[in-house]
């Protein structure tokens, strides 16, 4: 957890959000759903999840954001439609910065730097 009070605020109201909004499909232990690998029927896939064993890592904080708030549909591509609803009714651009400090926090400070390198870059 990092020491900066204010960060640590926002990873708390982050996480409190997540519980609220995302954790139903994601899992309470960012976990994602089970065969999250495998296509759904729809051609779809399961909620992935958000701890270092998933792909959210492997995309900048810019993609991040905006899949969350505009919704998977606006980032995946049209073979592989996607079931991530939109939040940016729901929740404030901040709120949604919050979201993304959480999950990137319960990463491991390995994936945390490689995360980072792709930020510097801003590649998907």
Same mark, same amino acid.
């Given at each position: 957890?990092?020491? /900066?009070?204010?960060?640590? &605020?926002?990873?708390? @109201? *982050?996480? +409190?959000?997540? #519980?609220?909004?995302?954790?139903?499909?994601?899992?309470?232990r960012l976990e994602g759903?089970?065969?999250?690998?495998?296509?759904?029927?729809?051609?779809?896939?399961?909620?992935?999840?958000?701890?270092?064993?998933?792909?959210?890592?492997?995309?900048? /904080?810019?993609?991040?954001? &905006?899949?969350?708030? @505009? *919704?998977? +549909?606006?980032? #995946?591509?049209?073979?592989?439609?996607?079931?991530?609803?939109?939040?940016?009714?729901?929740?404030?651009?901040?709120?949604?910065?919050?979201?993304?400090?959480?999950?990137?926090?319960?990463?491991?400070?390995?994936?945390?730097?490689?995360?980072?390198?792709?930020?510097?870059?801003?590649?998907?």
């Amino acid at each position: 957890m990092p020491s /900066d009070p204010s960060r640590r &605020a926002a990873i708390a @109201r *982050g996480a +409190a959000l997540y #519980a609220e909004h995302c954790a139903s499909c994601h899992g309470a232990r960012l976990e994602g759903q089970p065969n999250w690998k495998r296509r759904l029927a729809d051609g779809s896939y399961p909620a992935p999840p958000h701890d270092e064993t998933g792909h959210t890592w492997h995309h900048p /904080d810019s993609l991040l954001f &905006a899949i969350v708030k @505009r *919704g998977g +549909a606006d980032a #995946a591509p049209s073979s592989s439609p996607s079931r991530m609803p939109a939040f940016g009714e729901k929740l404030s651009d901040g709120d949604i910065w919050m979201v993304v400090e959480f999950i990137k926090s319960r990463w491991p400070e390995e994936i945390r730097r490689e995360q980072e390198q792709i930020n510097r870059k801003g590649s998907h």
